[in-house]
């Protein structure tokens, strides 16, 4: 380990792990340590390595072998589950039920989803703490020419800016801002009144994915992907107009 | 049938055993475990939990081989990452590059490599990474960080960009 106990934060922050404050606090120690710098270069050298490396994905032959295999498996869990379901005086009809809750369990094992609601409550949360004062905009823009080159260098990708004041969602600036653990980019729109957050990273990697739309305590979230981003737009507006700024999204060039 | 969580398995059992048909049967023992167990799962983590499954699997598998455990990066992979791609000279090099990192992440220790894996290629946060490798969050720091250190100073050595 080096000399400065200050690294494994500069890491936590690549890392996405840092929040605002102690990200600012390590920004202010980093400008005036030279062992901070290098490690931080090294640990971008060493991410970089290793992004540039496919993802290997499980080739059918092995998820077929894997299907089968659990197939041939279930039939282990019902002694188990009639055990259990014996203690349950509540199901005296418990027969049925071992069968079910077994029949249950995996299906539930089969289809058991990454928590997708989870992204769309952290965007949500995103949201409620960028309306907070003085913490919507890092860049104060309505120029996508300006916003995009704020982006450079702050994250590890280019997110696509642009703007619809011609259509009523004008452009007000950007920020970083930090979800599932990795820095994303926010653009941040009016609608009339509105406040409309746009998020946008990189597709790819384990961010389970939502199909459409949610509405979460009062905010409207829309996800969608394109030319190989993640697109999760949040605000209080009505859904209609939601979609009609992803609409935009999708159609722009 | 989609099971969500099966790259991400697949991925760890193969990093780990460092060897593509040691991963399968690996994977194959996790997932018929993380069914058997599935009734009994009452975290929040899905992924976390059948990814230390895997892990639990992969350790008793080496322990049991310990001594004829096999080489890393075999050649085939090179030929399927060239394929389909339209600079086949671009892509050679692109693909020796890829197995050259390859080579030097499976070299890594296996504390070492398992962190990395989980955090770059899974994405997982510090608490997730302690969840699965049972594991201090301070140790996965310290891990990870070691891990990168050695993986830029092994690059740098080879004359990796």
Known sequence: MPDCDKVLLVQAELDGELDAAQAASLEAHRAGCPICRQAQAELVRARALLRAEPYETTPDEVRAQVMARLRLAEPRLEPARRQRSSRRWLFPAAGGFGFGAACAAVLAFLLVLPPRDDVAEQIVAGHIRALQPGHLEDVVSTDQHTVKPWFDGKLDFAPPVRDFAADGFPLKGGRLDYLGGRAVAALVYQRDKHVIDLFVWPEGGPLPRLAGGTQIQGYNVVHWTAGGMNFWAVSDVERPQLDDFATLWRKAP | ?161
């Open chain 2, 1 to 161: 049938m989609v099971l969500p969580h099966l790259d991400a398995a697949y991925n760890l059992a193969r990093w780990l055993m460092r060897d593509t048909a040691a991963a399968e049967d690996v994977l194959q023992e996790a997932m018929v475990r993380a069914l058997t167990y599935f009734a009994s799962f009452k975290g929040v983590n899905p992924r976390a939990w059948l990814l230390q499954i895997v892990r639990h699997a992969a350790y008793s598998s080496i322990a049991l081989n310990r001594g004829i455990e096999t080489v890393p990066v075999d050649g085939d992979d090179a030929a399927e990452l060239i394929s389909g791609d339209d600079d086949p000279e671009a892509a050679l090099l692109r693909s020796r590059e890829a197995c050259r990192v390859r080579a030097l992440i499976a070299a890594l220790p296996v504390e070492l490599r398992e962190t990395l894996v989980l955090r770059e290629f899974e994405e997982f946060s510090y608490k997730d990474i302690a969840e699965a490798t049972q594991t201090p969050i301070g140790t996965v720091m310290s891990r990870l960080w070691r891990a990168r250190q050695l993986l830029a100073r092994a690059a740098a050595a080879e004359g990796l960009p």
